[in-house]
């Protein structure tokens, strides 16, 4: 008898012949449903007056300021906390002192933590009733609660821990020799910081931020609670769809939805770009 | 004098990591650091860089102190291992680094950077990113950028360890090159013993954190006074023999010392050093120039190249002792290394199994040292006891003998001291004193720190203990003798070993100690209860079988008891059996926190034993070392945030 030559395939599926395909199926068919179509959908429906009718519904005077006062907000929110998170970031990774795991672990809490909750803590330190609250209102004539600064506070609360965590792990494994090289060459520590470690974060501090200003422009529970719901001063962009909703206008709602998502899938993508770009340029 | 080093000290958890160094490099002189890993030799580089804090000590440079400066201000130019090149600027720009800190304008800076890249053979490439270069290159930028902003002092950290063979050589050149040009003064770190002659004008060798030996290469290959830098620079034969009036007696052969001899201490023993191209091989004793050694057998012969390594076996020397090449645990051989060259080994060929007659063409003579002790007291009754007998074993081996005493007032301590002199001091090759205040575990400790030693004798008694023991074990190579009471003779020695590497340590030192003592040894192993499997049982009768031949050859009589049980009983049983006057224990090996602890086993035997003296015995196995693993994993020395 002949001996017949068998290709033999990869032992991966052997056990469960189906099993490959199922598990790409199975991903495949839960992106789809959780994802993809409900997006699908929105687009569509959005879109179904044309870009014109887009225009329409957001360049109307209250859509409008809405957009303006999510968009300069989170930007304001997305440079304190690049600052910030970097700073705290630092800190973990370059400093020992006692608490430093509990504070390391703290860091992550605005992920748990209802966002409305969020907004309620910040109502109780800040209110025109508190201490504090009245403080800043006489002293300083900056009102917190129902007016834009409280938006900020909230938003730095919610998105706290991406730039930290995006930075942390970079940091961390910093070749600690190339800062020893500059300070044998005669670099001060704000130099070594900033020509050496500094360069090294970009791309995580870059991304970190990004994401976070795309989360703030999603921010919904904790901003309604801190700053309520007065159009023309301090409704943002999602608190308007959630008013349109109610009110029965789903075209205007879904316009508004489709530029939100715009931005936001933009801006992640961009972050995606930049951190492929990086692990590329480091391999 | 361009670098000076005063009594560099730096510890870590308590050991010191580099033990009182001192040293001077001279303006324009290449300077090479050598010694294994873990010797201390690339944190010395830090220390003098500013990059790892200074425990005690002082560094000059060019006259400054400098020992408080921070690295920014000493005026250093340093190249990593691994490059440490900023991967985000390019090569232009990281050489130039140094020259805009310190404001030179842009075409001076040009200028020099061109300049530098000529000199290092990287001409034309400044435009590139470091990550587009081969490790070698990056190296040379390394050093471009070193070199760039002119320092005082170039220092390099085994810089040539993560590039392939040929790589190394064409930079060992360049560097060396660079170097006599710029005439600049260096310290080069490495553990590369081939590297380091080719690149030295003077050598130190280091070894666990102490400075061994300091001088030219040929010098130190050729004339060393050590053991360790003699096996550690190339390979060595080295054997014991003993000095006679006018030269050195190896067994029944006798070398006259031609060259002015070196003042040999008064020991009667030295070690005599021959190198492999100093060995003759000849088919006849006639043919032989030179005296003789023996007619040795072939085991086994290498091509190296340039020349044929030979190793051959030849019958045991009556009264001669081999220190290298290693023999095996339990032979009797006496083992030579030589090399011959391609001629030779044409005109005689010779194969595993061959015989040939071995002659010596020259020797260097090293001291012996000889074992060193230190006897602590602290003037209570049991102390005093325990000093009685650690002076007794000193006098029977001919050690050098310390006597540090604590605890006591001024007065008091003289005195006792006069006393232990009188005592013991006849017939010791030299008896030192020395006080110190403070509490026992600290004046031990740094004792053994401020010089190394053979043995250390304490009493079982509070305020001595456990603890100090424990501590005594982590750091240095000293092994124990604990004594509980005072001990009128020594006739039998009970040695507990295991089979294996650390116990064949044990042996040897247990023997010769024995021999010092004039006793009579047993080894014992306890195996397991129930169910020790043949092969375990197997392997510790032959390992046993080799240690009584080793014990044999040192002039030990020795027999050889396997048991099985629990060890504590098994050992406490046989003690008051055999009437053995002291006990033998290998130390401990350490754990995976890098302390060797007495919780276990050994710990239970020492408190049982109250009656007998307990000696443990380190293995270079189990030695302390310290690790220098920093909080995220990584071995760092930066202590304080640039």
Redesign the interface.
Known sequence: MATIAVSREPDTGRSLPWGRWGVRAGAMTYLAFMLIIPLAVIFQDGLSGGLTGVWQTISERVAWHALVLTLWTSGLMALINALMGLLTAYVLV???FPGQALLNAIVDLPFAIPTLVAGVTLVVLYGPQRALGAWFDQTLGLRIIFAPPGIVLALLFVTFPFVVRTVQPVL?SL???????????????W??FR??VL??LAVPLISGTLLSFARAIGEFGAIVVVAGNIPLRTQTAAVYVFGEIESQNRRGASAMSVVMLAIAFSLVLLADLLQRRARK?AA | MSIVLEQLTKRFAGHPVVNHVSLEVADGEFFVLLGPSGSGKSTILRMIAGLAGIDQGRILLHGRDVTDLPPQRRGVGFVFQHYALFHHMSVADNIAFGLRIRRVPAAERRRKCDELLELVGLAGLGVRMPTQLSGGQQQRVALARALAYQPAVLLLDEPFGALDAKIRTDLRRTLRRIQRELGMTTIFVTHDQEEAFELADRLGVMNVGRLLELGPPAELYEHPQTEFVATFLGTANLLVGQATQDGVRVGPLHFPLRTEARQISATPRVQVLFRPEDVVLAPTEDALVGPPLGQGEVEHSTFAGSFERIRLRLPALAQVRLIAPAVPFGSDALLVEASRSPDQARHFPLRPGDRAWVGVRRIHALAHPGLSFLLVTDGSATAQAALAVGGQIARLSHARTTILSHSRPTDELAQLLQTAREQIGSGLPSLETRSAAGPPTVAVLQETERQPYDLVVLDTHPPYGMDLAEELLQTGEHHLLLVPRAQPTFARVLICVAAGEPGKDDVLFAGRLARHLGAEATLLSVLPAGGALAMARLRTERFLDAGVRTLGLLGVPAEALVRTGAVLDEIQAEMTAGGYDMLVLGAPLHGSDGRGVLAGVVGQVISAMTDRPVLIVRSHYAAGRARWVGPNGRVSLVEEVL
């Open positions: 370059r400093y020992s961390q070749d600690r020799e190339q800062e020893e090289a500059a300070a044998t060459m005669g670099a001060g520590a130099l070594t020509r050496v360069p090294a340029g």
